[in-house]
């Protein structure tokens, strides 16, 4: 994979149907379980449609970062500020690429868009049987809040949870600060 093509960006509305793809092969289906992100035991069905994606790019508090090498979509992560906070959601690598630095790419510049626009925190929610992940995300520097919440009760936009399913929330303190600075 040539790093010199590597571009992080504001992913656009023409970037829909790629996103889609991305992130339902990356969470949902057999191809998921090529990556350590799969949520193919806890939950069938869809991750997102095209449709939720174009809600998300109407919402003007919202923004879709994209991992793009070489012209080909790798990553993508959803960010939304909320009042001092900025809520990150559907960090996603393809399958493919995952356990590449990709998502800790997204990640840091997450937190940079974070502190470029004076958040105070950046929080997300995880579904708590998805422990690799959490540690993932507590190794960066993330803390349980101790906030539990309820898994949404819609199966044709969030899939069928298999299992009992529930949301605990993650929260990172970040400074007004430049990294490195």
């Known amino acids: 994979m040539s790093m010199s093509n590597l571009?992080?960006?504001?992913?656009?509305?023409?970037?829909?149907?790629a996103l889609n793809l991305l992130v339902n092969s990356a969470y949902r289906g057999d191809g998921s379980r090529r990556g350590w992100t799969t949520e193919a035991d806890l939950?069938?069905?869809?991750?997102?449609?095209?449709?939720?994606?174009?809600?998300?790019?109407?919402?003007?508090?919202?923004?879709i970062?994209?991992?793009?090498?070489?012209?080909?979509?790798?990553?993508?992560?959803?960010?939304?500020?909320?009042?001092?906070?900025?809520?990150?959601?559907?960090l996603t690598v393809a399958p493919d690429a995952q356990a590449g630095g990709i998502g800790r790419q997204l990640l840091e510049a997450a937190e940079q868009y974070a502190r470029d626009r004076q958040c105070r925190a950046v929080t997300m929610t995880v579904i708590p049987l998805r422990t690799e992940l959490l540690a993932w995300?507590?190794?960066?520097?993330?803390?349980?809040?101790?906030?539990?919440?309820?898994?949404?009760?819609?199966?044709?936009?969030?899939?069928?949870?298999?299992?009992?399913?529930?949301?605990?929330e993650l929260t990172k303190q970040i400074t007004g600060e430049r990294v490195g600075e």
């Open 43 to 63: 939950l069938s069905g869809i991750r997102t449609t095209e449709g939720s994606l174009a809600e998300l790019f109407a919402n003007h508090n919202s923004l």
């Open 137 to 168: 995300y507590e190794r960066r520097g993330y803390q349980r809040t101790g906030i539990e919440l309820p898994f949404p009760d819609d199966p044709a936009r969030f899939g069928k949870p298999n299992v009992p399913l529930s949301f605990i």
């Open 65 to 90: 970062l994209r991992y793009v090498v070489d012209n080909e979509l790798l990553g993508c992560v959803c960010l939304e500020l909320k009042g001092d906070t900025l809520y990150l959601g559907m």
């Open 7 to 17: 571009v992080i960006s504001p992913a656009t509305p023409n970037d829909i149907p």
